[in-house]
């Protein structure tokens, strides 16, 4: 599948990475079942990019044991697509295996991440991306999508300030080892609008006003929205989020998780950004969220106080 018909420069596109990225660490998870109706009343609602799950050993990670039960049912929704993480060779040929529409592969922009996530170098990393390429062009004819997510790109807990240079070295090395689409995360929430900026104008420098680019920010110091703000000011036009801002990562002791899906599709509209996604039907999906796990809890502020009365009335 062609990048860029998949993410078009003149459209937002709001990926939910809750079944995914908010699943990762929670004490408790929602069903199959709780899953699909998850995923279809967002579909409902506008929704069309969902990160559905891990290719994992699902004796370590059962969350993700249905997760080709979720692709199939993604698959069968008009438009939808459906993207899963791949964190090596195994991983790749089991999604070879399905119809996912896009492969995540992480490489770390610090030293110390990439050993404590993967145990392998960031050198490393980009030559398995490079070997991944290779492996999902001789595997499938319709070719899934492959990203590159940069994790730890404005901070990193274990080093702490990331030189933004190797961020850019990184993701230049990622698009010639093969990636179609880079992911820029900032994976336990130390950055700033002004970060975010200068990292997207020179990406764009490097990489050129074609290259696929989305942001994914955690929100763990407050600053998602500002950061989401500053990407679309600048051009990004393609966000990650998760319905009530669940997910967190192991390196982040206390992170609240993802910017929170619905508050984001709130932002696009203040900014005269389309979306085509309902709000009304986001926060009805949340529901059924918080029904399915009740001793998570999950963030927000467009669902503590709703929706402005001059828009609920527009």
């Known amino acids: 599948m062609d990048a860029r018909r998949l993410f078009p420069v003149d459209q937002v596109v709001l990926r939910e990475v809750g079944l995914r990225d908010g699943l990762q660490l929670t004490r408790h998870y929602p069903t199959t079942q ?4 998850w995923l279809s009343r967002e579909y ?11 290719f994992l050993p699902s004796t370590r990670f059962p969350q993700f044991a249905d997760l080709r039960v979720l692709i199939d049912a993604t698959s069968r929704l008009d438009g939808a697509y459906s993207t899963a993480l791949t964190l090596n060779e195994r991983g790749v040929a089991d999604a070879l295996e399905t119809q996912v529409d896009e492969m995540i ?5 610090t030293e110390s991440h990439s050993m404590a996530n993967t145990r392998r170098s960031r050198a490393e990393a980009i030559e398995m991306l490079a070997r991944i390429d290779a492996q999902r062009r001789a595997g499938r004819s319709d070719l899934p999508v492959l990203t590159a997510g940069i994790a730890m790109s404005f901070g990193c807990s274990l080093e702490g300030e990331v030189n933004p240079r190797d961020v850019i070295d990184i993701s230049e090395r990622a698009i010639k080892a093969g990636a179609d689409v880079l992911a820029i995360a ?7 609008p002004a970060q975010v900026a200068w990292m997207v104008r020179e990406l764009r420098r490097a990489l050129g006003d074609d290259q696929p680019i989305a942001m994914h920010f955690h929100d763990t110091r407050g600053l998602a929205l500002a950061n989401c703000a500053a990407a679309l000011d600048n051009g990004i036009r393609v966000l990650d989020g998760c319905l009530g801002g669940l997910g967190g990562c192991p390196f982040a002791p206390g992170a609240t998780g993802n910017t ?6 709130f932002l696009c509209k203040t900014m005269g950004l389309q979306t085509n996604i309902d709000i ?6 949340r529901k059924v969220v918080a029904a399915s796990m009740p001793d998570e809890p999950l963030h927000g502020a467009l669902a503590r106080a709703g929706l402005p009365k001059v828009l609920e009335d527009a």
């Open 34 to 37: 709780q899953k699909l109706d």
């Open 44 to 54: 409902r609602a506008g929704v069309r990019h969902f990160e559905v799950g891990s």
């Open 105 to 109: 592969f992480v490489v770390s922009a």
């Open 186 to 192: 900032d994976t336990v929430g130390f950055g700033g």
């Open 260 to 265: 929170v899906f619905e508050d984001m599709v």
């Open 280 to 285: 009304d039907g986001l926060l009805a999906a």
